[in-house]
């Protein structure tokens, strides 16, 4: 599984299930928050799913492990 990620990079499954990662984010950092490029209808407008960046999944790469923010209310 991959997804685009509106920033740059792509949304990937960890193997092993453990997660969802983040790669090839530009300028990426912890705490970061980036936008999947994918979108859908919600009531009048469209919504895409937002990623936190909170550590590297590998050191030393552009691997960093994520979790979802939750959807605005």
Request: proline residues 4%; aromatic residues 4%.
């Amino acid at each position: 599984m991959t997804e685009s990620i509106i920033e740059g990079g792509k949304l990937v499954k960890v193997h092993g299930g453990s997660g969802l990662a983040v790669e090839g984010v530009p300028n990426a950092k912890r705490g970061m928050i980036v936008h999947s490029a994918s979108s859908h209808a919600d009531g009048a407008g469209w919504v895409c799913a937002k990623y936190r960046l909170t550590i590297r999944a590998v050191p030393g790469t552009d691997l960093w492990r994520v979790v979802r923010c939750p959807s605005a209310a």
